[in-house]
DNA sequence: AAGACTTTGTGAAGGCATGCACAAAATCGC
DNA sequence: GCGATTTTGTGCATGCCTTCACAAAGTCTT
């Protein structure tokens, strides 16, 4: 029961549920229902419910969830219990904004490597921490680390043979294209261009309808 | 035939369609085959083919796709065919790597205006633009344009409110949480950490498995 | 202690999306 | 001009996700 398989769509809403709880973790809410919840993560009541369903009975029918509880144990299951280590590769502009992003530290994750080739960069402070090359990461990297790639799109594939050369299993790939890996990598995707393609699509469309929301739901009230 | 319903998970794919065809375009390659335009897309030649057959019938059988045409079909599909403009909220880290990314420019849209409320920020310039406050952007705001939110979570809201009040119907959002906006607006949103910690959950659970992308799909060979 | 009330957890149904397999349609070679 | 070959377009089956609706299980009131 405590192991049942999770679905893909649950699990990419977990992460939206842990966030609505955070709030209520700080101002000490106790319990919250189901229809409080879905109402702050901006999905339906009956989804959070057997989204929550898929991670054991965690809920108290009559009451609600226990909040403290259920914040644990989605990020047990997300597997945060301890941060995960982060190498940004590319010190563009894009890779500045990430790494001055505070909002990894709050959410499990632990910025431990800035990546650069470009000599000029290398060395510089960003954010407080030192850019190094590609050679000093792969001398000091042990431990299980996410990489993510913010290179320009035509390093993007040198750069992930290189990663998962290192071990690496997990990428977040924001240069566009399609990059290749072996099957036990796991790599996701933002590519910013494509989400105002869609919005366009439907700009131009939809005079009527507009709705859609990328995998969470935009709200209503 | 022209005007059928296309599925949201179809025009989710388009534009990554359009940027595979791009090299093709310029390459001066004249057909391609859903065999290998699906290979370079990081998709199933059958998935193609039928994402494809909901704009109509462009390919010619035992041939192929004429890359121009369909390129340019989709490209007035998605109602690329005169730049969007584009308005950026909110010009801190992200807001600045935003501003001077070349990539929307190249796939069809102009950033138009660069807004912030921090006067040390407004009336300086970034990427060649100078930066206004809301006020100037809603005075000068006339046509459709689309509103990307870099501003704080905690500001996200309000911005929100006001951009919908200037008419605005298609938002992009960076800032982690939900907004609350009305029916014929549609809001995407990016989450970054959100995608750090749907890797992390596969990568902790999944000695095995792991493969899963975002919405695309990572590619093979 | 029992009945009223609240809210969870889930079975069942419907809707979407994906993948398969093949007929239809076009080209090419002779 | 015809058969072999290629590749599209799509009907069908399968599986996944979402939504509905309600029984089960708890609390609260009296
Ligand atoms: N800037 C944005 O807002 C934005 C938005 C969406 C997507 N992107 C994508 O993100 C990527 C980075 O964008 P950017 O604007 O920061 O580009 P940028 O040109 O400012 O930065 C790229 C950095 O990568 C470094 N680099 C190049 N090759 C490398 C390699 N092999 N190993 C390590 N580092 C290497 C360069 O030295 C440079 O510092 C691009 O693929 C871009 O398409 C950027
Ligand atoms: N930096 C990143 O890489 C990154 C990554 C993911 C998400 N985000 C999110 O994107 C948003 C921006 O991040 P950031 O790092 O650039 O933050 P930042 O603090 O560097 O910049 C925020 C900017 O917004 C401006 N601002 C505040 N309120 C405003 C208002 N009402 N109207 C207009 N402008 C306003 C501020 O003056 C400031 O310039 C945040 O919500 C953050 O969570 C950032």
Known sequence: MTRRDIPDATVARLPVYLR???PLVTAG???VSSEELATIAGVRSAG???DLSYLGSYGVRGV???VERLASEITRQLG????WSVAIIGMGNLGHALAAYSGFATRGFRVQWLVDRDPA???TEIAGMRVVDFEQFAATVTEQVIAVISTPPVAAQEVADAVVELGVRSILNFAPGVLSVPSHTQVRKVDLATELQILAFHEQRGKDDARIATDGIEASG
Chains 1, 2 share one sequence.
């Open 48 to 50: 959070l419910r057997k």
């Open 121 to 123: 960069v290398v060395g």
């Open 80 to 83: 945060l219990q301890h941060p």
């Open 64 to 66: 609600g969830y226990d």
């Open 29 to 31: 809410v106790e319990v």
């Open 20 to 22: 609505a709880l955070h």
